[in-house]
C-alpha cells in the first residue's frame, strides 16, 4: 500500500487544516446548533406565557360575558367554515402538484362577486324574497360555475405550460396571476364595495339545542359541513377519486397506469373551484360585502389554514379551517383587549399572519402533515 | 490510528434501514473501493459521512474529530469532500468558477473587502484563480486554457465527471469520496480515470472512498475493497479476497442453485 | 376539417375572446383617448388593430414552419395561400366575437354588470354609427388585418423584419411622445414636425415608418455569427471598446443634464424609476443571487422611511432631530438587523414556503404600521409628517430636479456594491448556493450565514430607497407601503432578469417609468404587472436581459473557437490542434 506522501507542487498540499485547526473556528460552530434551538425554545416559551397571561387577563377582568364568548365562537365556526372550504382548494392543488396557488383566491372571488350581480338582479324581481332557498341554490349554481371557469382556465393558461418547471417559477406565475385577476375584475365590475342584498328568510336566529345561531351562520357552517363530506365521499369512494390520489402519490407512475394526468390535474382544480365559489357565497352570505380585493385575504388566511392542518391533507384543511376562524375570532379579545392594546379588531389579521408565520417555522408540515417540506 | 473511523454507523428511513451497525477504517493515503449491489446503502454511506443525512446511531470520526451532528459545511472544513453519483456542478457557472467556488472554505474575504476592494480581498481572489487554474491543469489540457471561461453545463459527459472531482479537490481536503466516477464512460476514458484516481493518491496524497460498480476500476485502483449490502459490511480485503467471497458473489447473482 | 384549421378557427376565437376582454374591462375606451396619429388613429384602435394582427400570424403558423426562412417556391406558395386563408378564417372570427359583444352591449344595457361595456364604448366602438354597422366595421377590419398580417407572415424573413420595425416604430414613438417633445422643446427647437396634440402628426408618421424600415433594413447587415473577429487586439475589437466607452461617457453626460431637459415632472418620474431601481437591485441579490423569494420586501422599504421620519421629523415622537445624512447610517443598520430577524427563522424553508412567510412578514409590519395601538409611536394612519429635506451646506435636496442628483448617487452606489459582489467570493457563494443548495453546503458554503446576509443586504439597500422615499414625498403613511411594492419590486426583478444587474435598471424603466409615460394605463397598471409576469414566467423566464457574463462568455466560446480553428489552419497542421477539440469535445 503506497503511502508516498504528496509531491511538492500544486497550489494546495491535500492537508490544509490540520486537525487542531478544525478544532478552533469549528468550534463556534458547534455551539451555533444548539444556540439555534435554543432561541426557538425560548421564542415558544414566551409566546405560550404570552397567549396565558393575556388570556386570563382578559378572563379575570370579565369584560365579556359568556354569551359573547359564544357568539363569538359560533361566528368563528362559521368563519372557519368558509376557510376550510377555501383551503381544500389549496390543499387539493398543491397534493397534485406541489404548487402553492397563489391565485385561489381570485377563484374564490370571482365566483362571489359575479354572483352577486345575480343576486342583485332576483332581490330587485323580487325573486329573491319569495323563493329564497331556490334563489341561494341558482346564485350557488353560478358562483360555482364562475369559479370553476376560472379555475380550469388558470390551470390551462398559466400552470400548465409551466407543470415541470423549477418551483419558483410557477409561484411567481401565480402571483402574477393573482395580481392579474384581481384587476380585471375591478376592471370588469368596477372597484365601488357592493352589498349583497338581505335575504329576510336568512335574517335572524334561529335556536338549535338552546343556543341562539345566526341563521345565516347555521347556514354557512351546515352547508360547508354538507360539501366536505361531498369532497370526502368524492375522493374515497369513486374512480376520479382515486385517480387522483395515484396522481398526487406519484405522478408518473399513475400515468404509466393508464390515468390521464391532465384530466385529473383539470378535475383537481374544477374541484377546488367548485368549493371556492360556494364558499364565495357562503362568504357573502355572512359578510354581505363584496370588492374585488375581497379574496386577498380570505386567500391567504385559507391557506395558512391548509398549512396549520398539514397542506396535502384533507382533513387537515379543514380542521385547519375551523382552527384558524375560531382563533381569529376568539383570540383578538381573549389575548389583546386583556394586555390593554386598544383596538384589537385590527390586529385580527395580524393573528393570522402571526399563526401562518410560527406554524411555518415551528411545524410546518402541520397537524395531519403527510408532505414535510424538507430542506433538501 | 485511521483518519477515518466508523463504528456502529445506523441509518433508517422510515422501515427501512439503510445502514446497518457499520465499521469501517480508512487510513491515510489509502484507496478504499466500497462494491455492492444497487440499494446496498453505499451512497448513504457517503451521505452519512458528509453530513447530508444525520445518523440515526454509531459514530464517525475524521482525524479525531466526532462528525455525527454537524453540518456538511462543516465537515467539509474539516477536510472531506466529495463527488455525486449524478454529476452536480453548478451549471451556470463557468469550469473556473466551479472550482473556484470550491476554495471558499479556505478563504475569507467578505462583503466589505469585495465592494471596497481591499488589497488582501484582491490577493485572495488572485490566489484562488491561480489555485484553481493549477487544479485544473492536473487535468491535463482537458479542462485548460479556453475552457476555464466556459459555461459548465457545455463540457462533455466525462470532463463534466473531471470538472467535479476538480471542485472537491479545491476544497482543500484530505478525504476524498468519489461516487462512480467511471459511471457512463467509455473504455478508454475509464482508463483514464483509473490513471487518475491513482495521481490522485500519489501525486495529491489524497485519501480515497470510492463507490464503484465497474469491477476493472475497482481492481485497478484499490488498496482495499469493502462490499456492502443491505447496509451491512458482507466482505473486506483485498480486491481478489472480496471478489471471490461467496457471499458478495451470492449478494450480486444469487444463491447457487443448489445442484 | 384539418387539425391546422381548427387550430386556427380556435386561435381566432381565442384572440376574439381577448379583444372582448380588452373592451369589457374598458381599456379600449380609456385608450382611445390618446392619439398615435393625431385625428387619424387612436391607441385603443392601435391595439385593436395588433390584436388581430396577432390572430392572423398566430393563424398563419398552424402551417408555416416556425422560422419560416424557407425560399420561395411553387410548394412554399401553396403554403403561402393555406397560411392566408388560415389568417384570414381566424381574422373573421377574431373579428365578430367582438362584434357580437358590441350588438349584445347594445340591445341589453350592460353597464349594471359590466361597468365600463355601456354605451360610451358602444359608441367608441361603432364610431357614433349604428351598433349593425359598427359591428360589420369590425368583422370586416379584423378580416383585412389578420389577412394583411397573413401574407406578412409568410413573407420571407427580411420583410416580416421590415415590416414590424415599421409599425412599431411609429407606436414606439407615439407612445414616448410625452417624453421626446419635452426633450425636444427643451432644447429650443420644434415639435409640430414630429407630434401634434399629443400624437403623431401625419408627418411625424411619416417619419417614423422611414425610421423603422430603416432600422429594419440595416439589422439584417449586423447578424454577428460569422467569425471576422481578430481577437482582442484587432482594430475592430479595439472600435468596439472605444464604443462602449464613449457610450458611457455620453450616458453619463446625459444623466447629468437630464433634470433640466426633462423638466420637473418628468425628473421625479425618473427619481421614482431610481427609487425602485434601488429595491430591485436588493431584492435582486436576495431573489437572484441568494434564490430566495422575498414577497415582503415592502416591510424593509417601510422600515427605512419610518426610521428616517422618526430620526429626522420634529413632529416624530423620537424628538432627536438628525440630518438626513446623519441619520442614514442609523437606518440601514437597523434595518439590516431586521433583516437578520426576518431571515433567521426562515432558513430552513423551501421556496414557496419562504415567499408565503416573508409576505406574511410584510404585511404584519403594514398592519402594525397602521393600527393604533402603535399610534403614538408611528402615527397610525396619519403617518409621521415634515420630514425634512437633506441638505449639503446651502444646497436643499427637496424639489424633485434636486432630489435626483441624489437618487442617481444611490442608484450608482448600490450599483457599484452589486456589480463587485458578483465576482467575489461572497457572490460566487450566493450562486451556487442559488443553483444547488445542497451541493453549495457539500462544497463547504455555510448556507445559513449566507442566506442571512443576503437578507441584511437586501434589507439595507431597501432601507436607503426608504429613506430617500420618506424625503421624497416628506412623510410616510403606511398606505405607501402594501402588497403592491413588493410585488412591483419583483416585477423589476423578474422583467430584467434574475441575478442580472442591468436587468434591474430595463425593469425599473419599463415598468416604473412607462406607465408614467403612458397615463392612459395608469388604471390598469396592476392588471399589465400580472399578466406580464405570467407572460415572462412562461415565454423567457430568463427575463429580458439575462445574466450578461454569461451570454458573453456563450459567445466568447465561439469566438474562441474559431480563432483555434484559424490558428490550427495557419499553422498547417490541421490534425493536431483539430484533434485536441474535437476529442475534448467527445470525451
Known amino acids: ?67 359573547q364568548w359564544r357568539d363569538l365562537v359560533v361566528f368563528g365556526i362559521a368563519q372557519g367554515s368558509i376557510y376550510a372550504l377555501i383551503a381544500l382548494g389549496y390543499t387539493l392543488v398543491y397534493g397534485i402538484l406541489f404548487m402553492i396557488n397563489f391565485a385561489h ?8 362577486f359575479t354572483a352577486f350581480f345575480a343576486a342583485r338582479a332576483m332581490d330587485q324581481a323580487g325573486f329573491l324574497n319569495q323563493q329564497p332557498v331556490l334563489a341561494v341554490l341558482i346564485l350557488l349554481a353560478i358562483a360555482m360555475a364562475v369559479s370553476t371557469t376560472v379555475a380550469v382556465t388558470l390551470e390551462r393558461v398559466a400552470y400548465r405550460p409551466l407543470r415541470n418547471a423549477p418551483r419558483l417559477i410557477p409561484l411567481i406565475t401565480a402571483i402574477g396571476a393573482s395580481l392579474f385577476l384581481q384587476y380585471s375584475f375591478r376592471g370588469l365590475y368596477g372597484e365601488d364595495i357592493h352589498s349583497y342584498p338581505r335575504i329576510d328568510a336568512l335574517t335572524g336566529t334561529w335556536t338549535i339545542a338552546g343556543i341562539p345561531i345566526l341563521r345565516t351562520q347555521a347556514i354557512v357552517i351546515v352547508a360547508a359541513l354538507a360539501l366536505m363530506v361531498g ?32 384530466r385529473v390535474i383539470v378535475t383537481t382544480f374544477a374541484i377546488g373551484g367548485m ?22 385575504l380570505p386567500g391567504i388566511k385559507a391557506f395558512t389554514a391548509a398549512v396549520i392542518g398539514g397542506i396535502g391533507s384533507i382533513i387537515g384543511a379543514a380542521v385547519g379551517g375551523l382552527l384558524l376562524g375560531l382563533l381569529e375570532a376568539v383570540a383578538p379579545f381573549l389575548l389583546l383587549s386583556g394586555a390593554g392594546i386598544p383596538a384589537p379588531n385590527q390586529l385580527k389579521d395580524v393573528i393570522a399572519f402571526s399563526i401562518l408565520v410560527i406554524v411555518l417555522i415551528m411545524r410546518p408540515g402541520g397537524l395531519f402533515g403527510s408532505r414535510e417540506p424538507e430542506k433538501l | 490510528m485511521s483518519l477515518l473511523e466508523i463504528r456502529g454507523l445506523t441509518k433508517s428511513f422510515g422501515g427501512l434501514t439503510a445502514i446497518d451497525d457499520l465499521d469501517l477504517d480508512v487510513a491515510e493515503g489509502e484507496i478504499v473501493s466500497v462494491i455492492g449491489p444497487n440499494g446496498a446503502g453505499k ?47 453548478f451549471p451556470d457557472m463557468t469550469v473556473l468558477e466551479n472550482v473556484m467556488v470550491g ?31 493549477e487544479i485544473l491543469s492536473f487535468f491535463g489540457t482537458r479542462l485548460s486554457g479556453y475552457r476555464h471561461n466556459q459555461p459548465a453545463f457545455v463540457l462533455s459527459y466525462a470532463n463534466r465527471r473531471r470538472l467535479e472531482i476538480a471542485r472537491a479537490m479545491a476544497t482543500g481536503a484530505r478525504l476524498l469520496l468519489l461516487d462512480e466516477p467511471v459511471a457512463g464512460m467509455n473504455p478508454r476514458e475509464t482508463a483514464e480515470m483509473v490513471e487518475l484516481v491513482g495521481r490522485l493518491r500519489d501525486e495529491k496524497g489524497f485519501t480515497l472512498l470510492v463507490i464503484e460498480h465497474d469491477m476493472r476500476v475497482v481492481k485497478g485502483v484499490s488498496d482495499r475493497v469493502v462490499a456492502l449490502d443491505y447496509g451491512r459490511k458482507i466482505a473486506e480485503g483485498t480486491y481478489s479476497e472480496v471478489a471471490g467471497n461467496d457471499r458478495v458473489i451470492e449478494a450480486y447473482l444469487g444463491k447457487k442453485a443448489t445442484a | 376539417m384539418v387539425p391546422a384549421t381548427t387550430r386556427a378557427v380556435n386561435r381566432g376565437l381565442i384572440i376574439g375572446g381577448c379583444v372582448v376582454y380588452f373592451l369589457a374591462v374598458g381599456m379600449f375606451e380609456r385608450f382611445t383617448a390618446r392619439p398615435v396619429i393625431t385625428d387619424l388613429l387612436t391607441l385603443g384602435w392601435t391595439v385593436l388593430a395588433g390584436l388581430w394582427a396577432v390572430a392572423g400570424v398566430w393563424a398563419a403558423r398552424t402551417v408555416l414552419p416556425p422560422a419560416s426562412s424557407a425560399p420561395d417556391g411553387d410548394e412554399a406558395g401553396g403554403r403561402t395561400a393555406r397560411a392566408v386563408t388560415h389568417a384570414a378564417l381566424a381574422g373573421l372570427l377574431a373579428g365578430a ?25 358602444v359608441n367608441a366602438l361603432a364610431v357614433d354609427d349604428s351598433a349593425v354597422a359598427g359591428a360589420l366595421r369590425l368583422v370586416l377590419a379584423a378580416l383585412v388585418i389578420a389577412t394583411v398580417a397573413g401574407i406578412v ?29 419635452v426633450i425636444i422643446a427643451s432644447l429650443g427647437l420644434r415639435t409640430s414636425w414630429l407630434y401634434q396634440r399629443g400624437g403623431l402628426g401625419v408627418s411625424g408618421a411619416v417619419i417614423a415608418l422611414v425610421l423603422g424600415v430603416a432600422v429594419g433594413v440595416l439589422r439584417r447587415r449586423d447578424t454577428p455569427t460569422t467569425a471576422r473577429d481578430d481577437g482582442d487586439d484587432g482594430p475592430r475589437a479595439r472600435l468596439a471598446r472605444g464604443g462602449r466607452i464613449a457610450g458611457l461617457v455620453a450616458g453619463a453626460v446625459l444623466l447629468l443634464v437630464l433634470p433640466r431637459l426633462v423638466g420637473p415632472f418628468l425628473s421625479e418620474v425618473v427619481g421614482t424609476i431610481g427609487l425602485f431601481a434601488i429595491m430591485g437591485i436588493g431584492l435582486n441579490i436576495v431573489v437572484g443571487s441568494a434564490g430566495l423569494l422575498h414577497l415582503g420586501y415592502v416591510a424593509f422599504f417601510a422600515i427605512g422611511a419610518y426610521v428616517t421620519a422618526l430620526l429626522t421629523s420634529p413632529a416624530a415622537a423620537l424628538g432627536t432631530e438628525l440630518s438626513f445624512w446623519a441619520a442614514l447610517p442609523i437606518v440601514v443598520l437597523v434595518t439590516a438587523i431586521a433583516g437578520l430577524f426576518v431571515g433567521a427563522p426562515v432558513l430552513r424553508l423551501r421556496g414557496d414556503y419562504l415567499a408565503i412567510v416573508t409576505l406574511a412578514f410584510g404585511e404584519i409590519a403594514r398592519i402594525l404600521a397602521l393600527s393604533d395601538w402603535l399610534r403614538p409611536a408611528l402615527g397610525g394612519a396619519q403617518g409621521i409628517l415634515a420630514v425634512p429635506a437633506p441638505t449639503i451646506g446651502a444646497m436643499r435636496f427637496r424639489d424633485p430636479q434636486m432630489l435626483y442628483y441624489v437618487i442617481i448617487v444611490a442608484c450608482a452606489i448600490t450599483a457599484f456594491i452589486a456589480w463587485r459582489l458578483e465576482d467575489s467570493r461572497v457572490g460566487r457563494a450566493w450562486t451556487a448556493m442559488r443553483e444547488d443548495e445542497q451541493v453549495a453546503q457539500i462544497m463547504g458554503i455555510s448556507i445559513s450565514r449566507y442566506k442571512l446576509l443576503a437578507f441584511a443586504l437586501g434589507a439595507g439597500i431597501a432601507s436607503v430607497s426608504g429613506a430617500l422615499f420618506a424625503v421624497k414625498i416628506g412623510s410616510v403613511f403606511p398606505h405607501s407601503f402594501d402588497i403592491l411594492v413588493s410585488i412591483t419590486a419583483l416585477s423589476v426583478v423578474i422583467l430584467g432578469g434574475i441575478g442580472s444587474l442591468r436587468g434591474v435598471f430595463l425593469g425599473a424603466l419599463v415598468l416604473v417609468g412607462l406607465p408614467d409615460l403612458l397615463r392612459e394605463f395608469g388604471e390598469y397598471r396592476m392588471l399589465l404587472y400580472g399578466g406580464l409576469l405570467v407572460a415572462i414566467m412562461i415565454l423567457r423566464p430568463q427575463g429580458l436581459l439575462p445574466n450578461v457574463r454569461r451570454m458573453a462568455e456563450l459567445g466568447e466560446e465561439e469566438r474562441l473557437q474559431d480563432q483555434w480553428l484559424k490558428r490550427a489552419g495557419d499553422a498547417g497542421d490541421p490534425e493536431p490542434a483539430i484533434a485536441t477539440t474535437k476529442t475534448d469535445g467527445a470525451s
Open chain 1, 1 to 67: 500500500m503506497a503511502t508516498s506522501s504528496a509531491t511538492t507542487e500544486s497550489a494546495e498540499p491535500p492537508a490544509s487544516p490540520p486537525p487542531g485547526d478544525a478544532g478552533g473556528p469549528q468550534l463556534g460552530l458547534a455551539d451555533r446548533i444548539p444556540l439555534r434551538r435554543i432561541i426557538r425554545w425560548g421564542l415558544a416559551v414566551a409566546l405560550v406565557l404570552g397567549i396565558a397571561s393575556g388570556a386570563y387577563q382578559t378572563l379575570a377582568a370579565g369584560v365579556f360575558s359568556p354569551a
Open chain 1, 105 to 112: 383566491g381570485e377563484v374564490f372571488m370571482a365566483g362571489g
Open chain 1, 231 to 262: 369532497l370526502y365521499f368524492f375522493i374515497s369512494r369513486t374512480t376520479m377519486g382515486r385517480s387522483m390520489r395515484a396522481v398526487a402519490e406519484d405522478r408518473e407512475i399513475a400515468s404509466l397506469m393508464g390515468i390521464d394526468v391532465n
Open chain 1, 275 to 296: 368549493l371556492a365559489g360556494a364558499a364565495g357565497i357562503l362568504y357573502a352570505l355572512v359578510f354581505r360585502q363584496v370588492h374585488f380585493l375581497m379574496g386577498f
Open chain 2, 43 to 89: 451512497t448513504t454511506l457517503f451521505n452519512l459521512i458528509t453530513g447530508v443525512y444525520p445518523a440515526d446511531g454509531g459514530a464517525i470520526t475524521f482525524d479525531g474529530v466526532e462528525l455525527v451532528g454537524r453540518d456538511p459545511d462543516a465537515i467539509t472544513r474539516f477536510g472531506i469532500s466529495r463527488t455525486f453519483q449524478n454529476v452536480r456542478l
Open chain 2, 103 to 133: 476554495r471558499h472554505c479556505r478563504t475569507k474575504s467578505g462583503v466589505i473587502g469585495a465592494v471596497l476592494g481591499l488589497p488582501s480581498a484582491r490577493r485572495e481572489q488572485a490566489e484562488v484563480r491561480e489555485q484553481a487554474k
Open chain 3, 97 to 121: 366575437v367582438p362584434a357580437l359583444f358590441l350588438l349584445l352591449a347594445d340591445a341589453i344595457n350592460l353597464r349594471p354588470m359590466l361597468i365600463n361595456a355601456g354605451a360610451t364604448m
Open chain 3, 153 to 181: 407572415a409568410s413573407a420571407p424573413a427580411q420583410v416580416r423584419r421590415v415590416a414590424g420595425w415599421a409599425l412599431g416604430m411609429v407606436v414606439l414613438l407615439a407612445l414616448v411622445e410625452p417624453l421626446l417633445r
